[in-house]
Protein backbone atom coordinates (compact mmCIF):
# COMPACT_ATOMS: atom_id res chain seq x y z
CA UNK A 1 0.00 0.00 0.00
CA UNK A 2 1.13 3.40 -0.56
CA UNK A 3 2.26 5.91 1.52
CA UNK A 4 0.42 9.10 1.95
CA UNK A 5 3.40 11.09 0.74
CA UNK A 6 3.33 9.00 -2.92
CA UNK A 7 -0.42 9.35 -2.41
CA UNK A 8 0.07 12.62 -2.74
CA UNK A 9 3.02 12.89 -5.51
CA UNK A 10 1.32 10.80 -7.53
CA UNK A 11 -2.05 13.27 -7.27
CA UNK A 12 0.04 16.23 -7.79
CA UNK A 13 1.68 14.90 -10.96
CA UNK A 14 -1.96 13.64 -12.32
CA UNK A 15 -1.99 17.83 -12.49
CA UNK A 16 1.21 18.95 -13.70
CA UNK A 17 1.65 16.53 -16.61
CA UNK A 18 -1.27 17.75 -19.47
CA UNK A 19 -2.50 14.94 -21.16
CA UNK A 20 -0.76 12.21 -18.89
CA UNK A 21 -3.92 13.16 -16.19
CA UNK A 22 -5.67 10.32 -17.12
CA UNK A 23 -3.23 7.49 -16.90
CA UNK A 24 -2.09 9.00 -13.50
CA UNK A 25 -5.97 9.01 -12.20
CA UNK A 26 -5.93 5.42 -13.38
CA UNK A 27 -2.55 4.07 -11.92
CA UNK A 28 -3.63 5.96 -8.73
CA UNK A 29 -7.82 4.97 -8.12
CA UNK A 30 -6.97 1.54 -6.93
CA UNK A 31 -4.67 2.65 -4.66
CA UNK A 32 -7.24 5.50 -3.29
CA UNK A 33 -10.27 4.98 -1.14
CA UNK A 34 -12.20 7.73 -0.83
CA UNK A 35 -15.04 6.88 1.81
CA UNK A 36 -16.74 9.95 2.96
CA UNK A 37 -17.66 9.97 6.80
CA UNK A 38 -17.40 6.59 8.75
CA UNK A 39 -20.47 5.00 9.51
CA UNK A 40 -21.18 4.65 13.07
CA UNK A 41 -22.05 1.26 12.55
CA UNK A 42 -18.98 0.49 10.94
CA UNK A 43 -17.56 -0.68 14.32
CA UNK A 44 -20.26 -3.31 14.68
CA UNK A 45 -19.97 -4.83 10.69
CA UNK A 46 -18.90 -8.12 10.76
CA UNK A 47 -18.06 -10.39 7.74
CA UNK A 48 -20.39 -12.85 6.96
CA UNK A 49 -21.38 -16.09 8.61
CA UNK A 50 -20.59 -19.03 6.81
CA UNK A 51 -21.75 -22.51 8.79
CA UNK A 52 -20.02 -24.66 6.30
CA UNK A 53 -16.80 -22.68 6.50
CA UNK A 54 -17.29 -23.05 10.49
CA UNK A 55 -17.80 -26.71 10.62
CA UNK A 56 -16.52 -27.76 7.36
CA UNK A 57 -18.96 -29.81 5.95
CA UNK A 58 -17.78 -31.05 2.97
CA UNK A 59 -14.69 -32.36 3.99
CA UNK A 60 -14.43 -36.35 3.37
CA UNK A 61 -13.09 -36.16 7.52
CA UNK A 62 -16.47 -34.14 8.46
CA UNK A 63 -19.71 -35.93 9.82
CA UNK A 64 -23.65 -34.62 10.48
CA UNK A 65 -25.20 -37.13 12.59
CA UNK A 66 -28.79 -36.05 14.00
CA UNK A 67 -29.73 -37.34 17.34
CA UNK A 68 -33.13 -39.09 17.50
CA UNK A 69 -33.41 -39.54 21.16
CA UNK A 70 -33.18 -37.63 24.66
CA UNK A 71 -30.64 -40.76 26.48
CA UNK A 72 -27.66 -38.42 26.08
CA UNK A 73 -29.68 -35.56 27.74
CA UNK A 74 -27.08 -35.60 29.97
CA UNK A 75 -24.33 -34.43 28.03
CA UNK A 76 -26.14 -31.59 26.84
CA UNK A 77 -27.12 -33.34 24.07
CA UNK A 78 -30.95 -33.68 22.96
CA UNK A 79 -33.30 -35.15 20.32
CA UNK A 80 -32.95 -33.43 16.86
CA UNK A 81 -29.42 -32.19 17.79
CA UNK A 82 -27.07 -32.27 14.82
CA UNK A 83 -23.88 -33.68 16.08
CA UNK A 84 -20.65 -32.38 13.82
CA UNK A 85 -17.86 -34.96 14.08
CA UNK A 86 -14.52 -34.80 12.84
CA UNK A 87 -12.59 -37.86 12.32
CA UNK A 88 -9.05 -35.85 12.16
CA UNK A 89 -9.37 -34.36 15.67
CA UNK A 90 -7.52 -35.30 18.55
CA UNK A 91 -9.06 -36.90 21.53
CA UNK A 92 -8.42 -34.76 24.87
CA UNK A 93 -9.81 -34.88 28.15
CA UNK A 94 -13.50 -33.69 28.34
CA UNK A 95 -14.32 -33.99 24.63
CA UNK A 96 -17.34 -36.08 23.66
CA UNK A 97 -16.38 -39.05 21.15
CA UNK A 98 -17.70 -41.44 18.89
CA UNK A 99 -15.96 -45.09 19.80
CA UNK A 100 -16.98 -48.36 17.60
CA UNK A 101 -17.54 -50.72 20.76
CA UNK A 102 -17.98 -54.29 19.71
CA UNK A 103 -18.91 -53.58 16.80
CA UNK A 104 -21.74 -50.94 17.92
CA UNK A 105 -21.37 -46.54 17.97
CA UNK A 106 -21.12 -45.43 21.10
CA UNK A 107 -21.35 -41.56 22.12
CA UNK A 108 -19.30 -41.00 25.51
CA UNK A 109 -17.16 -38.92 26.99
CA UNK A 110 -13.47 -38.92 27.46
CA UNK A 111 -11.61 -38.06 30.49
CA UNK A 112 -7.65 -38.26 31.35
CA UNK A 113 -4.33 -37.71 29.16
CA UNK A 114 -3.43 -39.52 25.85
CA UNK A 115 -2.94 -42.61 26.08
CA UNK A 116 -4.75 -42.89 29.35
CA UNK A 117 -8.21 -42.20 28.42
CA UNK A 118 -11.24 -43.12 30.59
CA UNK A 119 -14.58 -43.30 28.47
CA UNK A 120 -17.54 -42.61 30.25
CA UNK A 121 -21.27 -43.46 29.12
CA UNK A 122 -23.56 -40.69 30.75
CA UNK A 123 -27.57 -41.17 31.20
CA UNK A 124 -29.69 -38.66 31.04
CA UNK A 125 -29.44 -37.85 34.59
CA UNK A 126 -25.88 -36.75 34.43
CA UNK A 127 -25.37 -40.20 36.00
CA UNK A 128 -21.43 -41.47 34.40
CA UNK A 129 -20.78 -45.62 34.03
CA UNK A 130 -17.44 -46.52 32.60
CA UNK A 131 -17.17 -47.82 29.05
CA UNK A 132 -17.08 -51.85 29.58
CA UNK A 133 -15.95 -53.51 26.67
CA UNK A 134 -14.87 -57.05 25.38
CA UNK A 135 -12.95 -56.19 22.03
CA UNK A 136 -10.75 -53.37 21.29
CA UNK A 137 -12.17 -49.93 21.13
CA UNK A 138 -11.75 -47.74 17.94
CA UNK A 139 -11.88 -43.89 18.05
CA UNK A 140 -14.74 -42.90 14.94
CA UNK A 141 -14.80 -39.14 15.65
CA UNK A 142 -14.90 -36.58 17.98
CA UNK A 143 -17.85 -34.36 18.35
CA UNK A 144 -16.39 -30.28 17.53
CA UNK A 145 -19.87 -28.54 17.19
CA UNK A 146 -23.71 -28.75 18.28
CA UNK A 147 -26.53 -27.56 16.42
CA UNK A 148 -29.76 -27.10 17.56
CA UNK A 149 -32.84 -25.82 16.23
CA UNK A 150 -34.19 -23.67 19.81
CA UNK A 151 -37.06 -21.90 17.67
CA UNK A 152 -39.74 -24.50 18.94
CA UNK A 153 -38.10 -26.01 22.06
CA UNK A 154 -40.07 -26.46 25.19
CA UNK A 155 -38.30 -25.92 28.32
Not at 1 to 6: A, G, K, P, R, T
Not at 60 to 73: G, K, M, N, V
Request: glycine share 8%; net charge positive.
Amino acid sequence: MYSLFSQIKLMSEAFSTPGKRIDHLERLAPKLQVTGFASPAADYECPKLSLDELTAIGAPHIFAWRLQSEALAGLGLHAKDMLILNRKSELSDGRIAIVAVDGRHRICLAEGKPGAFKLYIVDKRGRRAQLEHSETIELWGVVDFVLRDIRHRVL
